[in-house]
């Protein structure tokens, strides 16, 4: 008997977003055929499921002892589940995920989605210098094999380095990239103002690159 098909396997931009985000809050369940995410934006579930042209109950629950909601979908597609894990994924994969087999072409977006699941962007003044503004754009794994591959496709794609951070304080492992990276590596990502993202972040990132000096290196967002 065929296994039904949910989820249309298919590369496409939408497509490699949302594995980015599911490389990152979400999760393969132990039975071979459930898939679960969450996410504490409710923008980023309809995301998800707007990407991979689902429609499933979304469930809401607090989060252990602060006031936080997380909205949480799970649906079955043991045809999805198994293309999963022939990329890359695979259950219990945080501290053990590795590389994910995306498309050169399709990077990017994979990485957008990586970004807007557990990556960080921090802009601030450094008090040490007049007038400097500074910031960092961060993503973010509890595993280092996984960390290094997606350092290793950004400097193949893009042409930089960035920088491995892995305090022995905290169990996850940070790629930083400085302001100068961040000029090329953002608009990599945001390649054109279509694109889905969660748009909190985006706004972020715009509202720092106006406040570089005419735009420096001509660098903003689409």
């Not at 496409?12 to 055929?33: C, E, H, M, W």
């Not at 799970?74 to 293309?83: G, W």
């Not at 000029?183 to 985006?202: A, D, G, I, Q, T």
């Not at 509202?207 to 735009?215: L, P, S, T």
Request: charged share 25%; with cysteine; hydrophobic share 40%.
């Amino acid at each position: 008997m065929k296994a039904k098909m949910k989820v249309e396997i298919k590369w496409s931009p939408n497509f490699a977003y949302a594995l980015g985000l599911l490389a990152t809050d979400g999760s393969l369940s132990i039975d071979n055929r459930h898939i679960d995410f969450t996410s504490k934006d409710i923008e980023q579930i309809k995301n998800f499921m707007q990407c991979l042209k689902i429609e499933v109950a979304v469930g809401y629950k607090k989060s252990g002892t602060s006031s936080s909601i997380t909205a949480r979908i799970q649906f079955s597609d043991v045809n999805f589940y198994r293309f999963l894990e022939s990329i890359g994924f695979m259950p219990r994969k945080s501290k053990i995920i590795r590389e994910i087999k995306i498309p050169d072409i399709y990077f990017r977006d994979f990485l957008r989605g990586h970004f807007d699941g557990d990556g960080s962007f921090y802009p601030y003044y450094d008090k040490r210098w007049k007038s400097s503004f500074i910031f960092y754009t961060s993503f973010t794994s509890a595993s280092k094999i996984h960390i290094m591959w997606i350092q290793k496709k950004i400097n193949a794609l893009v042409g930089i380095h960035g920088y491995i951070d892995a305090p022995p304080s905290i169990s996850v492992i940070q790629l930083k990239y400085a302001k100068r990276e961040s000029l090329k590596l953002l608009p990599y990502m945001y390649y054109n103002e279509k694109v889905v993202c969660l748009s909190r972040k985006r706004n972020k990132i715009k509202a720092a690159m106006r406040k570089c000096a005419g735009g420096e290196m001509g660098n903003t967002l689409p």
